[in-house]
């Protein structure tokens, strides 16, 4: 991409601002360090080293990945070597990997059952080597955890008795209000924990829609937002932040205006998503709130109004998307900015790392 303004880069494309991408992280790195929390933040986001970077900079404890292929392409020859990583890891496969990952970087894992486990022993026999491994809890969100303290402490029990493992502490990621139920929880788990005479080093928590009220569960110790970094339209209607908050917008250009009521751009699912979050509408045309993008197909989305559009083939719109995250993933790189100043393009080191 070779070219000397914003105006002039071809369309679709996802245009990320440094200053207020930067600022988004700073200001929740001041509310983590006001509050005694260490953060480590999620990079499914923005999935760039150069972000991660500056969020260590800034105070961060590390970085979290989802999965092994992320932490690889975050940590190859980037100077980041502290990572926790918030899936299961189930295969063969994957334990070659986690071995291999484990021997050049500050490597935890979860699990959420014996199962799994005995997976991460098995991957790490014969390394002369301890795997940190922190229990994954379900405080409500019911997607992967276990279902109660005691169920939690029995793995702990399990992860510490091992010869290969070293028992790191617990991990959620609550639903959207949980915070309540966090605390009751992992109070709880770390009680039934430390009777057994096991320390309970770390509780991590995560979520960028309550990042926010994170303080007002004190038994946490880590907190693990994503989305914080970009922000988006899910946050905004949730109050968590405003649109000049949100540092990645979709630059399309309208290519039909077929009648006075719709128009027509060309950013559709593949760079939009058509990820709801349970709103209406699939982005926010920044500058007009008359706007509604009611529908995308592929390569096309499908702005209306119900009054006079006043759009013309070749006008330029800039849409704040439902999901930053899913967003940040769909193009091999991003177009970085300082509000109207051209850097140029980005790769985006992880994309399409889902293995």
């Keep these: ?111 959420d059952s014996a199962a799994v486990v005995d997976e991460l022993a098995a991957a790490m026999k014969g390394t002369g080597r301890k795997l940190t491994v922190l229990v994954e809890c379900d405080t409500g969100a019911r997607r992967c955890g276990v279902p109660t303290p005691e169920a939690a402490a029995e793995l702990a029990n399990r992860i510490a008795a091992s010869s290969e493992l070293t028992f790191g502490g617990l991990m959620t990621y609550p639903p959207v209000g949980g915070t309540e139920a966090v605390q009751v929880f992992m109070q709880r788990a770390k009680s039934l924990i430390e009777a057994f005479g096991i320390p309970v080093e770390t509780i991590t928590s995560g979520g960028s829609p309550d990042m926010w009220r994170a303080h007002e569960a004190p038994i946490v110790t880590e907190y693990r937002p994503g989305t914080y970094v970009y922000n988006d339209r899910s946050l905004v209607t949730r109050g968590v932040c405003g649109f000049d908050d949100c540092a990645l917008n979709v630059v399309a250009t309208v290519v039909s205006v077929p009648d006075p009521h719709r128009a027509i751009i060309d950013a559709g699912s593949k760079v939009l998503t058509s990820d709801l979050l349970g709103l209406t509408g699939h982005g926010h045309v920044l500058g007009r709130p008359d706007i509604a993008i009611d529908q995308l197909s592929e390569e096309h989305g499908r702005l209306v109004t119900e009054q006079p559009i006043n759009l013309s083939v070749g006008d330029r719109v800039r849409i704040v998307p439902n999901h930053a995250c899913v967003v940040a993933n769909m193009l091999d790189f991003v177009v970085l900015c300082r509000g109207e100043t051209l850097i140029g393009p980005e790769p985006v080191a992880a994309r399409g790392r889902v293995w």
């Design 1 to 111: 991409m070779a070219t000397s303004s914003l105006s002039s880069v071809e369309t679709p494309f996802v245009q990320v601002d440094l200053d207020i991408a930067e600022r988004n992280i700073v200001r929740l790195q001041a509310y983590c360090d006001e509050h005694g929390l260490k953060l480590r933040p999620h990079i499914k986001t923005h999935k760039l080293p150069r972000l991660a970077r500056f969020q260590v900079e800034q105070g961060a404890v590390g970085i979290t990945c989802q999965k092994l292929s992320e932490a690889d392409a975050m940590t190859d020859g980037t100077g980041l070597e502290d990572v926790l990583i918030t899936y299961n890891l189930v295969g063969e496969a994957k334990r070659e990997r986690l071995r291999a990952l484990s021997e050049r970087i500050r490597l935890s894992v979860v699990a």
